[in-house]
């Protein structure tokens, strides 16, 4: 071993050597497109293979980095030699150094391969098979989900996930300026907060004796109660998590994990407060991104059609264009179905307490308003214990209802849920035990009602059902990196 | 039922009216103090008791709404007649409306309510029993732990809190102004990325028949390997998700269930590059927060004593003074404990290949360097199958290490760990063997290395550690809103 000097000698050489190596990230495609270098100067481009052409004098890659929908265009002449030294496939990773110059094509710039010159450089980083399956074509979504490591090499599922991270950015931006406190909640719990029993459990693998947490644990479904917890103290809380439910349905609103959107908010009184709220936040969301105007497009110049390109524009004026969303409650919502819907007719007629299954759900917002709508005010017996009655000013005592709404959008129904939290100890466990929930397991939450608590209400979305909503998506599965559903997990 | 208008009509019917039902969220103490109204306006605040007293002449109320360590002064002439009608406790929820004035005290207004004024109203909006045990005293971190639902009631867990949601808001930040994709993979997963069966597992509560995704499910430890296949289509790629061990540790760094920022960035060649990536992503995280200055000063003077305060200072600068952080080999890291923590004795020395203990960290961070340091290319047989061997400028074949790093903070030890990436699929292949690791589970993964890899390198940083180490807090389980650990779920 080599005697080292004392350590503040050390220190002060350190950082001396660390200077000199450190070393920072690669410029993306688009820092280099939005930034061009100067033209004839020498560019390092790195990225995957997205298609290719030659013609007699001149050959084409199309290279793409996964960071924007944008690929720079790389040009070789004497494709022949080139050609025989690299045997180029689509899918490969490649890292090409070559001379910036001004392109005749649809970009401003492209990188000049010559083989002839000795800065110049290409090089095949990562190789594919054969029978790579992501090529030019377009893939059908369902069979790209039998691909779940390679289906997001596509254009069109990159720009979702990528347009995903940006929702939530924006998301994140609205609940900062409106004073909320983001909170992670647990995953694993004790209690049921649903009340539905479609819970997954959780054990230690190796286990060795008794339960890990010393009671049986499980995933959460919904992260309200803890949620409501906390609201207590810092007043607008809100958390972006996962939440599980082990429902045996395979549709394309439906995962097994999915990420929630919930936030419950103190000091509020009346349901339309939290209509308001929910509206606020996803028009914000919307047209900060259109506004900014790079994701939007990336979104659009990358989708797998025209026809899927006009839908993400009509979703989107569907969100924007009318100066407000209409609201109607659930009592109003079954008569205009009776009246304008099943006009005449006696079939698909609802009783008031039937539910509003989905179709109902999709012809109101998607047909009759042609807008988001909230539906408010359900009758009790379709909603959970922690609901208080309505409002007296729609309240009718011989048709109960409570003081919630769901947010009903074109084309996928329900997308957000929320309402006012009972603040009463004793209706609160009356109606736990009307519903045979076990309340011992959930004093903690009923104790909150004796300790200085304070009117709230609040609300959940399905991150994935908005994703796919705005992304002009037809199926959850493919908003979601790596779906999990009932026999799905394979990885 | 009553006849309802054709559709059209409904709808403007419906904006109307909601229009001018359309409420928003009361504003905030602080919004209040910041943007003050015209003293001797009537005003109305919201908020718990945090503090009360009263002499001859008049009363003294602290009220707290938990979005800011603010709180307001509300004063109340003739206190024996308000407080024959109220009985005030710490702990309760009121709401008061009162005249704004200027103040004599710390702050610059308060809020006048005179029980003889007729717009002036002082209600209770949620009581609190005789005995409610967060008192304006301080308590301990210790006895809060046994109230999980109402610690957060304290100035200062809530301060940390808030705390937590504004770092996440700054990490957010760095990262998109880094082009960095924010994905969210599964936390149920098939695969066990570490190999070390520290796993719980997930089983439908209610099982029919059968595994309910076919095979066995587990909650992942770290999301890396699906990170991985994913910054294979993004590029740059970034996660802030629940992991779980589940170990059996019951210490003050370790939690069953935490969160962690992970991070796989494509096209790196050196761990100096991803050092690089980790010191500036926190170093900016700590001098934006520091440069606002709020949130900064919340966490201050929401401290429990001024030794703590002061603490959370000489953190800060721990981080943000040195210019470079020092990054040393493990080796080196071996010499140097040797040499300097040991020089001359016997116990405590270390043989090349021995695990470097948290107690010989926290020495090497907060003794020797001062600053929080990287130690890179630790011995192959400390660390997961996914790593490549280390740069050739520090391989050394007798001793063999790999291309990784852990950052090391003063007083709390590793922070972040990270490495390169293997990329040859034999290499990995005969690794997993060495090790005994079922390859096929890891077949989906395995799979990436043969369709157009790319050179790829990331981390993983517990997120509550960064919380604690910034907030100045020795124990995770006061940065986690409801901590899980071994026979801890309580709710």
Known sequence: MRLLPNSTLLRLVRFVQLKANLSSLNPTIREILNNPPDTNSVVTVN?????LRTSKNVGFIDVSDGLSSDTLNVVFPKPDTVLEKQHFKVGQSLSVTGKWIESR???????????????????????????FPIQKKTHSLQFLRSLPTLRHRTTGLASVLRFRSLVESKLIEYFDRNSFVKVSPPLITSSDCEGA??????????????????????????????LEILAHSLNRVWTLTPCFRAEDSNTNRHLSEFWMLEAEVSYV??????????EDMIRYTAQAIKDEGVGYSDLIKARFSKEEAAKVEQRWDTVLLLEQWPSITYTEAIEIINQVKCKGRLKGRLE???????????????????????????PSEQKPFYMPKSHESVYDADRPTVACFDLIMPEIGELVGGSMRELDHDKLLAEMKNRKMNSADMEWYLSATLNGSVPHGGFGMGFERLIAYLGAMDNIRDVSAFPRAPELCPC
Not at 200 to 225: D, H, I, M, R, W
């Open 269 to 278: 009184n009346h349901v339309k407060q939290l209509t308001a709220l929910v």
């Open 47 to 51: 990225g995957h293979i997205k298609s």
């Open 197 to 226: 029993g479609e819970q997954f459990k959780v054990e230690q693998l190796n286990k060795s004796a008794g339960e890990f947490f010393g009671k049986p644990a499980y995933l959460t479904v919904s992260t309200q109660l803890h």
């Open 105 to 131: 094509g649809k970009q401003k710039y492209e990188l000049q391969f010559d083989v002839d010159e000795s800065d110049h450089k290409l090089s095949i980083v990562g190789n594919v098979p054969d029978d």
């Open 352 to 378: 008031w307490g039937d539910s509003i299954l989905t179709e109902n759900e999709k012809w109101l917002a998607g047909t009759h308003f042609q807008s988001p709508v909230f539906v408010t005010d359900y």
